[in-house]
């Protein structure tokens, strides 16, 4: 399994961990009202707010908690005023590292974010040094178990998917984020259960680390995903299966 690919399963399970604790909430509530801000609270012709609400949704995020986050977008509620932002930078061993911020002062968050890149032998670059190594893809994962290849192609492909891959035992699709809805909703009625369904950045190669570097790289990935005003993390990284457990088990 891909670096890219299996971070996405770590971080997955995690996510679950943090909705209950309310974390995961607080980052969508964010996404949800600078949606809103910028694009209106009408979620049928907002396509950035319907993916939000949608993700939120699947985050089994309570109704009225999204509501009040449009409110906030739209002013009819007095909420923080974010300004989004993108940090760019290298992790242990030059690995490509590609965050997306919502903040109410960016001069502190970058001396933070700065801070802990410095403390995980990495560094914040400028702006441009990594965006192009990643591409902005719509992705889902899917039980082996739950479909066959054919089946999951003839599905996807009439919605706008443009690959499939096996993995493990998941299949792997990626799309445009311009279709990222249709394909949704393609699985959804042919009854197709996605274990993940996100927008996200995949890199066009990916860097191996291992040992101290490896581990030195995983603990800034989840210390940047815990920091408040990082909506997300993305990495090129290669990590293998020793060193991911290595980690897990300290």
């Not at 101290?212 to 290669?238: C, G, P, R, S, W």
Request: with cysteine; net charge negative.
């Amino acid at each position: 399994m891909s670096g890219h690919s299996k971070w996405h399963s770590i971080r997955h399970k995690k996510a679950a961990v943090d909705a209950k604790r309310g974390k995961i909430f607080t980052k969508m509530i964010k996404e949800i009202s600078v949606a809103t801000r910028i694009g209106g609270g009408d979620v049928d012709s907002n396509p950035r707010l319907r993916t939000a609400v949608t993700l939120a949704k699947d985050q089994n995020m309570p109704q009225e908690n999204i509501k009040r986050a449009i409110l906030k977008g739209t002013g009819d509620l007095p909420g923080q005023n974010y300004e989004e932002t993108s940090y760019e930078g290298y992790g242990p061993g030059g690995v490509a590292v590609y965050m997306e911020v919502l903040t109410d002062n960016k001069n502190r968050t970058v001396a933070e974010i700065r801070h802990l890149f410095s403390k995980y032998n990495g560094n914040l670059g400028e702006n441009g040094s990594v965006a192009w190594i990643f591409d902005k893809k719509g992705y889902f994962s899917i039980s082996g178990e739950a479909v066959t290849e054919e089946e999951l192609f003839d599905v996807v492909a009439e919605a706008g998917a443009e690959d499939i891959q096996l993995e493990g035992n998941s299949f792997l699709v990626y799309c445009e984020p311009e279709v990222f809805e249709d394909v949704k909703e393609a699985l959804a009625v042919a009854s197709i259960k996605s274990e993940e369904a996100v927008i996200t950045m995949v890199p066009q190669n990916e860097v191996r680390v291992e040992g101290k570097q490896a581990y030195q790289m995983l603990t800034l990935m989840e210390i940047l995903e815990d920091h408040e005003d990082v909506q997300n993390v993305y990495a090129n990284f290669d990590i293998n299966e020793a060193d991911y457990e290595a980690h897990a088990s300290s």
